[in-house]
């Protein structure tokens, strides 16, 4: 039989049956390593359970890494033995994953042994940063149980404590609370507009915060801190999954001086200074009304367009003018030349229609021409001075050679002896010329 066997059995009849077996000794050391802090999803985890010195351990029964729970009791995770089962040649270390615990299947033990007892012997194990979960976080217990080299029993434990580290990744738009809100985002000056902000605040949580800048510079200035906390009302702490959220709310008074501000929410914020671009953040532009500027810009438009109509009116009243002046005109005109008929329009020798002028056709190429030539002053022929008529000498066959017989009524009755005339019958047929029949 080995040394280690010996020591085996030394151990047991130890435990088993020595008077001394139920004295715990507590001032062995052990030691318990923990990756204290971890970005949650970005960073390992790193447990171990080991003994501080060996020289004073004759032997390790068991190695036991436990977690507290929320009632304040201490839940294993794992344990490691020496498993004595059968004859003493198949007795062995071991580890067992409790189930409850769920370890098992996310640990990647590097090193699990009780036996022989060395400054190695112990556990240790990592979790990967994916495989990392929110109930990861807490205080965990190392505790080991042996023989030491006074074959006295042993039973050391130390604790140490697990953090998470979760960034926040969310932040809801900033909302508006007031009873009357505007969807554009314009308030008269002075008018109280209280804002809401909800997002993840991270483990450990960190709280909202407010960050502004007025507009009508240019360019904009830098956003700067709400410097005034009793406009901030800080929200408890919730937690949600890994992490907490946080509801804010700030009371902001619309600014007389400036036309608008502009207000940030923001989380995750660190050490960074207000607007810094890799800070999660919700904007929202609160704006005042100006009503002085909007009524200027309201009285110029209706000014202009006054001015518009009054011109379109203007012009249709001119063109109007124009064409009633141009319809007398024309009117007028037509009244001068009225119309006339002949008699061969009436039919050759027959009375005019009723109510019908009939007066001879002037001669176009001639009107106006009466005095630029002389005139004919033969017995034969006779001026007709009144319509201008063109002399032709021998119309219609008349053996008198006289003008315009078709027109000449008068001049028919003055040679039947039916018109009588102190100028004689040639005189008075002419009277009659360019007049009404």
Known sequence: MDSNAYQLLEKFEIIAGSPGASDLTLSQDVSIITTKNAKYKQEKLKFACNLQSSNLWKSITTVVLSKNTSSGNYQDIVTVLLDMTGVIANWHNSTIWHLQSGWGNRADVKRAYVQPVTSSSGLDFEIPADRVECSDEGTYRCKITG?????????????????????????????????????????????????????????????????????????????????????????????FGCQKTQTSTLRYNVSAEYPYREFKCETAYDNLPCGHSSIISSNIT????????????????????????????????????????????????KNEGETYRTKEENGTGSAPIDNTTVYSVPHKERHGDRDRSPRDKSPRQYENRGLDEPHTRGYNADPRGRSNPGMDRSFDDVRDGNMKSSRGPMMGSNASFGSAV
Do not use: H
């Open 147 to 239: 023989v030491s080299t006074t074959s006295k029993a042993l039973d050391k434990e130390k604790i140490d404590t697990v953090t998470l580290t979760v960034e926040p990744n969310r932040i809801d738009q900033i909302t508006i609370l007031t009873q009357n809100p505007q969807p554009e985002l314009i308030y008269n000056a002075n008018d109280l507009v209280t804002l809401s902000c909800n997002g993840e605040v991270g483990n450990p949580a960190k709280d909202l915060r407010w960050c502004y800048r007025n507009g009508g510079n240019n360019p904009p200035g830098n956003f700067q801190g709400w410097n005034k906390d009793d406009d901030i009302n800080k929200g408890s702490f919730i937690p």
């Open 286 to 333: 609160i704006f005042r009304y100006t009503s002085p500027a909007v009524n200027n810009q309201q009285s110029d438009d209706t000014a202009s367009g006054g001015v518009i109509a009054g011109a379109v009116i203007g012009s249709f009243v001119g063109i109007i003018l124009i064409v009633v002046i141009v319809y007398f005109v024309a009117f007028r005109k």
